[in-house]
């Protein structure tokens, strides 16, 4: 059942709360087992802090991979029969995923369990489509900003309390994970409404990541921002893939530590995403936040690289969190293009396309790691100098694509 105009909520607090709080505990869900996933797959394989890291790729790939092939799915599902059924099914399966991992005994196991929650975790284009179901063309930027300072508010809390839980043995996060995710279950069968004003039938050639891509791209200068979106994901992706890899290894740092350091990043992501970037870009508009802050996050990517202390690691973990006024930018570009009954599909392709990032990135920049830190090699931040050659890509492609369409050349 949809909603006409006419019919949307009055007061849709409860329920964007409710969007945060998915988003919030799909990173926690992220952020929880982080800290722990070098001694579990080392409790599992039997293998080191190197042959962690490959099997750690292995996991984070697959996980991504699903929701390449399940964001459009999933995005398009909740175009034609609703945002609400779609995310409260993907936190039913999520939550029984869980506690299937927190018994897991072998790494096929656990890869299972990823690829199932790969599934249903792929909501972040249903979530982005209700945000922009209840958001006028000018403050979408700022609202899909409140999605990633929900994803940044699960990074203060996940790394933090999987840090602590690490006493209690590897597996502890994954109950935690659980419990979070039956709790915000309860929460949006009572307060979500349905947002959707006009439903679409749904179609298959269109429900898959390379048809929605080839519908998606016929709008005029999206095929820019696509690649742009890219090429910044896989350079961006080298944070979550070694980081609990790369500070072990590069400044002895335990799991409580690296649980520590992924708090004060996504302490700085809320920071940005639900208070900066309301200022950032109202005031420098979506085109000129990203020509500024593309090369930005080139020079911090380049300044992690060589990094020697962990203390400086921790002073440049706020700035490179600025740097994600990127991301809410591109997809307020892309979504002023697109029409309303596209605006799931437009995020499941986003989505997709993050999550290709998301499958590329993990093994690159494991492999990377581990090459660069076996044997008598000592260069941990061998990967951040690649993601730095990636980011300047992003930058030169859009910066020689500029200007943007006409569709969004007269907005901000």
């Not at 249903?126 to 994803?151: T, W, Y």
């Not at 508010?153 to 839980?165: E, M, S, T, Y």
């Amino acid at each position: 059942m949809t909603l006409p105009a006419a019919e949307a909520p009055r007061d849709a607090r409860l329920p964007i709360l409710f969007v945060l709080i998915t988003i919030t505990v799909e990173a926690m869900g992220i952020g929880l087992i982080l800290p722990v996933m070098p001694a579990l797959l080392s409790e599992v394989q039997g293998v080191g802090l190197s042959g962690a890291a490959l099997w750690g790729g292995v996991l984070a790939s697959a996980y991504a991979l699903m929701q390449f092939l399940f964001s459009p799915t999933l995005g398009s599902l909740s175009d034609r029969f609703g945002r609400r059924p779609v995310l409260l099914l993907s936190l039913a399966v999520i939550f029984v995923d869980y506690i299937v991992m927190a018994l897991a005994q072998t790494f096929w196991l656990l890869l299972l369990g990823r690829v199932v929650a790969g599934i249903a975790a792929a909501t972040m284009s249903v979530a982005m489509a209700f945000m922009a179901d209840i958001s006028p063309p000018e403050k979408k930027a700022q609202n899909f900003g409140l999605i990633s300072a929900g994803f940044g508010l699960g990074f203060v809390l996940g790394p933090a309390i999987g840090g602590l839980l690490a006493e209690f043995g590897p597996r502890a996060p994954f109950w935690a994970a659980a419990l979070l995710a039956g709790a915000n279950l309860t929460f949006g069968l009572l307060v979500l409404p349905e947002t959707l004003r006009r439903s679409r039938p749904f179609n298959w050639r269109r429900a898959n990541p390379l048809g929605g891509l080839l519908a998606i791209r016929a709008l005029p200068g999206l095929s820019v921002l696509l690649l742009v979106w890219f090429f910044y994901q896989v350079a961006n992706y080298v944070y979550p893939a070694i980081w609990a890899y790369f500070t072990q290894a590069a400044f002895g740092w335990d799991a409580r530590m690296v649980g520590v350091s992924l708090a004060v990043y996504g302490i700085s992501m809320v920071a940005v995403q639900g208070g900066l970037i309301r200022v950032i870009v109202p005031r420098l508009g979506e085109r000129r936040t990203l020509a500024w802050f593309l090369p930005y996050n080139a020079v911090i990517l380049l300044c992690a690289a060589f990094v020697p202390a962990g203390w400086m690691m921790l002073a440049l973990t706020p700035f490179s969190a600025l740097g994600a006024v990127v991301a809410p930018a591109l997809q307020g570009l892309a979504s002023r293009i697109a029409d309303d009954d596209q605006q799931g599909e437009l995020q499941g392709v986003l989505a997709s396309i993050t999550a290709v990032a998301s499958i590329i990135s993990p093994l690159v920049m494991t492999q990377i790691f581990g090459w660069a830190t076996a044997g008598e090699a000592d260069m941990p931040g061998a990967p951040f100098l690649l993601s730095f050659v990636l980011m300047v890509v992003s930058g030169a492609l859009y910066a020689r694509d500029a200007p943007l369409p006409r569709a969004v050349a007269s907005g901000p």
